[in-house]
Protein backbone atom coordinates (compact mmCIF):
# COMPACT_ATOMS: atom_id res chain seq x y z
CA UNK A 1 0.00 0.00 0.00
CA UNK A 2 1.77 3.30 -1.13
CA UNK A 3 2.32 6.01 1.73
CA UNK A 4 -0.62 8.90 1.70
CA UNK A 5 0.64 12.05 0.15
CA UNK A 6 1.72 14.78 3.23
CA UNK A 7 -0.93 17.36 3.45
CA UNK A 8 1.68 19.96 5.38
CA UNK A 9 2.01 23.17 3.71
CA UNK A 10 5.82 23.89 2.92
CA UNK A 11 7.40 26.33 5.16
CA UNK A 12 7.23 29.86 3.84
CA UNK A 13 10.48 30.94 1.76
CA UNK A 14 8.73 34.69 0.69
CA UNK A 15 9.99 33.37 -3.14
CA UNK A 16 6.65 34.45 -4.08
CA UNK A 17 6.47 37.91 -2.47
CA UNK A 18 10.03 39.05 -3.76
CA UNK A 19 8.15 37.68 -7.05
CA UNK A 20 4.84 39.95 -7.02
CA UNK A 21 7.64 42.89 -6.34
CA UNK A 22 9.24 42.87 -9.09
CA UNK A 23 6.72 42.30 -11.21
CA UNK A 24 4.93 45.24 -9.74
CA UNK A 25 7.88 47.38 -10.40
CA UNK A 26 8.56 46.18 -13.67
CA UNK A 27 5.11 47.74 -14.54
CA UNK A 28 5.09 50.77 -12.49
CA UNK A 29 8.79 52.12 -12.99
CA UNK A 30 8.00 52.92 -17.01
CA UNK A 31 5.01 54.99 -16.29
CA UNK A 32 7.07 56.71 -12.75
CA UNK A 33 9.92 57.54 -15.27
CA UNK A 34 7.76 58.79 -18.30
CA UNK A 35 5.84 61.03 -15.06
CA UNK A 36 9.17 61.93 -13.74
CA UNK A 37 9.83 63.66 -17.13
CA UNK A 38 6.82 65.66 -17.41
CA UNK A 39 7.75 66.78 -14.06
CA UNK A 40 11.30 67.61 -14.32
CA UNK A 41 12.63 67.34 -17.54
CA UNK A 42 14.82 64.73 -19.05
CA UNK A 43 18.04 65.74 -17.69
CA UNK A 44 16.67 65.80 -14.12
CA UNK A 45 15.42 62.35 -14.11
CA UNK A 46 19.02 60.83 -13.28
CA UNK A 47 19.52 62.91 -10.57
CA UNK A 48 16.11 61.58 -8.56
CA UNK A 49 17.60 57.71 -9.67
CA UNK A 50 21.13 58.80 -7.54
CA UNK A 51 19.10 60.82 -4.72
CA UNK A 52 17.17 57.25 -4.08
CA UNK A 53 20.33 55.04 -4.25
CA UNK A 54 21.50 58.01 -1.32
CA UNK A 55 18.87 57.60 0.84
CA UNK A 56 19.46 53.73 0.28
CA UNK A 57 23.10 53.88 1.12
CA UNK A 58 22.66 56.16 3.79
CA UNK A 59 19.78 54.76 5.77
CA UNK A 60 19.81 50.84 4.65
CA UNK A 61 21.23 48.41 7.32
CA UNK A 62 23.79 46.17 6.69
CA UNK A 63 22.53 43.05 5.62
CA UNK A 64 25.28 40.53 4.79
CA UNK A 65 26.24 37.84 6.60
CA UNK A 66 23.08 38.11 8.77
CA UNK A 67 19.94 35.26 9.26
CA UNK A 68 16.70 36.92 8.15
CA UNK A 69 15.48 36.11 11.88
CA UNK A 70 18.18 38.24 13.26
CA UNK A 71 17.05 41.16 10.65
CA UNK A 72 13.54 40.74 11.09
CA UNK A 73 14.31 41.42 15.02
CA UNK A 74 15.71 44.66 14.04
CA UNK A 75 12.19 46.28 12.90
CA UNK A 76 10.51 44.83 15.96
Request: glycine share 12%.
Amino acid sequence: MPAAPSTAAPPPTGTGAASAVGRCGAVLSPIAIDYLYSLVGFTRVPLVGQFAVAVVTVFGGKTAGHSLKHIESWTA
